[in-house]
């Protein structure tokens, strides 16, 4: 006791007079980057000369929050709600220097491929332009995927079209020069050109949720300890992505889709196969047309093959099976795109695609579309 006082009580002052001068230090910076960033944003517009570089101001706003984060005591709130505060105040900065980014398909009814190209190019939109992602509360990502952009809903979004749907747009790239702050991306923005820069957050940002990844992880296990390997069996997942179904729609053989044939299957699984001569290969087969795909996928028989067929799934499961492999075949389509993009690996894919002269080969660059170390058969 001192002076009646005991040290606990003493020690309980002291770390409380600590978190006192933390949370005030946060708030003086809280207010220091408003200030700054609403003093930035009056000043932006009034002439080129006066135009100030948002990414230096992003920053040493980031900077900040790193070094009250160290300041801290670490018994206070320090990853909780302290930080949250901080991190939305850089958000905000962002988007009042930078504005909000935000997409929308030009028809109802995007499929998951799509919906992906969509996201990823809105990243990489985002991050060429210094501006700040939004997406969709109850988005249909954010079911399969750790997504992390905002839900917001930006007021005053200046919409912007893509020029075609599976071509990069230059234009998509100089939006911060564009008057006022907030926009929309209206397209199905495919190309990976839009995101290549950030390729490696958006694989993160297509990390499935846990019970997807694990029931993919199951299947692979069970596929290997059915096909009698031994513990110095080399495997390799060969993942198979056959779309039939609706491509061969009336309305969509017009407008330019095309479909896979036997023999392209068959030399997708000969290149593998040359490739790697002495691993056993586990083909695993995703198709929406599962008996003529079984009739037409039939690798020759041999002891390093094994040919199994995902059924009854829906197209998230199937997905994450399929990037759960270590290579790729795929025929058309976005979601066979992505598959293998997020597999990573080598990617063969069907090259007669589209039929030219038609709509879909008007607004499709092969280029833009397919990355330059895919291999088209």
Request: glycine letters at 6%; aromatic letters at 12%; hydrophobic letters at 40%.
């Amino acid at each position: 006791m001192l002076r009646g006082i005991s040290v606990r009580s003493l020690r309980s002052r002291v770390l409380c007079s600590r978190q006192s001068v933390a949370f005030l230090a946060v708030v003086v910076t809280v207010f220091w980057m408003l200030h700054a960033t609403l003093k930035i944003s009056r000043t932006r517009y009034k002439s080129p000369a006066t135009e100030t570089n948002p990414t230096s101001v992003n920053a040493l706003h980031t900077k900040t929050i790193g070094l009250v984060s160290e300041t801290l005591p670490s018994n206070t709130l320090r990853n909780s709600a302290i930080l949250t505060l901080l991190t939305s105040t850089l958000n905000f900065s962002r988007s009042v220097n930078g504005g909000f980014l935000s997409q929308t398909a030009p028809i109802a009814g995007t499929g998951q491929g799509n919906l992906m190209f969509m996201y990823a190019s809105l990243l990489g939109i985002a991050d060429t332009n210094q501006m700040t992602p939004v997406y969709p509360k109850y988005g249909y990502l954010r079911n399969i995927f750790n997504i992390s952009a905002l839900s917001l809903n930006p007021l005053n979004s200046q919409s912007v079209s893509e020029a075609k749907a599976c071509a990069y747009d230059t234009k998509l790239s100089s939006l911060s020069k564009r008057p006022g702050n907030n926009v929309t991306a209206i397209g199905y923005l495919q190309s990976w050109k839009y995101f290549s820069a950030i390729s490696d957050r958006v694989r993160r940002e297509f990390a499935f949720v846990d019970r997807l990844r694990m029931d993919a992880e199951e299947f692979l296990d069970n596929v290997s300890a059915s096909s009698e390997t031994t513990p110095n069996s080399k495997v390799l997942y060969i993942g198979v992505h056959v779309r039939r179904r609706d491509m061969l729609a009336s309305y969509n053989v017009v407008r330019g889709y095309t479909v896979a044939t036997k023999e392209y299957l068959t030399s997708a699984v000969q290149y593998f196969r040359a490739q790697f001569p002495s691993e056993l290969l586990i083909f695993v087969v995703c198709t929406d047309e599962v008996d003529w795909t079984k009739q037409n996928f039939r690798p020759p028989n041999s002891s390093s093959v094994v040919v199994v067929f995902s059924e009854n799934r829906d197209a998230a499961h199937d997905m994450a099976l399929l990037s759960a492999c270590n290579h790729s075949i795929i025929t058309v389509g976005t979601y066979g795109w992505w598959s293998a993009y997020l597999a990573g690996g080598r990617t063969v894919y069907y090259k007669n695609f589209p039929a030219p002269g038609t709509h879909i080969a008007n607004v499709f660059d092969k280029n833009d579309y397919y990355p330059p170390e895919w291999i088209g058969m």
